[in-house]
């Protein structure tokens, strides 16, 4: 496709400590497939003004038979400042005439009209990267703590510039990074450089530390009107949910009254993420609009839990798309929302009330994995969230037959719990046409979907159940027909093919899917065999998958159940866990030769 031959950007600042950060990037069009690096978007913080760019300029590059470069400058006026969303703004321009072999560079200027307590710079990209370098000039008298992300055998140089005041990195060929399955966040693998605020050193030469501990960072959040201040007032509480709470005789049934009422009365801008509050520090604007970000709103959750005493803290979260935090860092930037951290009843649940389809009882699916830092001066502390003893829970029944003509048909009831019914939920909810077309009619090529519908979408302690009706007209050679009964399992296919993997696998949750499916067969049919009874297991019995066929008068019964106790698996194990994979689909994807009667 392409190659970015360097990325370069030097980060100063001016009398008023904006932060200056001119930024140049030349790639490289190799093939046909690279043609689209050259649709150029940057992004910029518009909201509040907090950032701009200027001086954009786009240059192509094209090599000549005498060696000279022609150049071709880009028109200034197809360059267009475009509004993303309520927060964000981009840059965009097209370089046009491209073909392979051409070089593309742009350069410009990004003002943040405050200098930052925390930055990063990535050297890694989706695209291989011949050098990337970032100089970054510190203000007179501050401290910044670095933490460098990489693996070991790419070489990183670091020169410490003190009679500067700066510093400057260099990483130097990095292969693309691109998207694999069940992976957490990409930038988690990225070689990176995270930078924070650590200290200053005042007039009277005396040295102050910032967020250098755990313990410091949580007296600092505490401290920050910006963070705590809308646990320090009370909001109003309408009288029926009043009623509600206090009609329920102990505090898990208080918690559920109050995390129902928020989770389903407030709504939420998923674009933005931030632990803090956003507007000028008070709640009440975001109570009476009922809208708000992620951390807006799980205060509110926390503020109703102390107007009725429940123990309750703010919970710094990093949810798994947004990348994993350093616990030997305490790095503000690595957290993207805040949620809550509740004991009721000496039980401790972790809740966000922005998960629609979360109960109250089920740890958030985003934050499976993850670290998280309990915030108060006492009791702080980094949690590791897991799974519990919730699983992605699924059962399929089939009752259907299979026709003289070769057409199989029938019912399909699914029953979904806990992390399938969180999932399924909210699949079905977000477009349920393409739900049933991506999860259901694509499994199997020719089967049809019809007479779709659910129950106890909204009822929280009751499963989800789907059910719908199906056909598939199965293929016919000299008087037999090939049955297909894996279906609708999720285990038609390996999701991991290519030979090598970068990153770890993380499936957040454990897995429990059954399948029990009976086919009427048409009279005076044969089948020779049937594929014997088997089981696959990994070697470190994590990873189980059984299949039962038996012949019952004039029916088929299957069974089918998938097991996976583990959660995350290192990339070093990645071969086991795709040969197990493949193993157990190849078991599953076994068809049953069955001759028709005349």
Sequence with gaps: GAVILFDNAIANYDDQYHMITQRRIRIKILNERGIDEGNIMINYISEDDDEYIQNVSATTYTPQQNGIMAQYQVDSKSIYNEKVDQYYSGITFAFPN??????????????????PTRMYWDFQSDLPVTKSCYFLQIPKNAEFTYVVQKKSNYPITI????????????????????????MDALKDYLQRVELQFSGYTSDLYMEHEVNTTWRALANNLESNKSFTAALKKSLPVSEELD????????????????????RDSFTTDDSYYGIYLTENNDLKKVWDQKAGIASEINFILLSHLKNYK????????????????????PLVSRFNKTAAYVIADGTPYILDATQKHCPFWLTPYPLLNTYSFLV???????????????SYKSEISIHATLSEKGILSGAV????????RLVRSEEIQRDEKKYIQDELASTHEGVGIDSFHYENMSADSLPLAEHFLFDEYLNENGGFVLLDYNLFTGMEKNPFKKEERFTNIDFGFPYNVSLEEEIDLPPNCKIDELPKNKKVISPQSDISVTRIVEKKDNKLVVKIQFIQTETLFSNQVYDMVKSTYQ???????????IKLGN
Excluded: C, H, W
């Design 310 to 329: 429940i123990e309750s803290y703010p919970l710094l979260v990093a949810e798994r798309d947004f990348g994993k935090i350093d616990t030997l860092f």
């Design 413 to 420: 009831d699914i029953t979904s719990d806990e992390y399938a």
């Design 98 to 115: 491209l073909k392979p072999g051409l070089i593309l560079e742009y350069q410009y200027e990004l003002i943040k009209k405050n200098y």
């Design 243 to 262: 009623k509600q709470v206090n009609a329920q005789s102990d505090e898990t049934g208080k918690l559920e009254v109050i995390y129902n009422y928020v």
């Design 376 to 390: 108060d001066r006492k009791k702080y502390k980094l949690i590791k969230i897991g799974s519990n003893q919730e």
């Design 583 to 593: 193993t157990a689909i190849d078991m599953l994807n076994e068809q049953i030769a």
């Design 159 to 182: 020169r410490p510039m003190s009679n500067q005041g700066a510093v400057y990195f260099e990483m130097d060929n990095l292969p693309g990074l691109s998207e694999e399955p069940y």
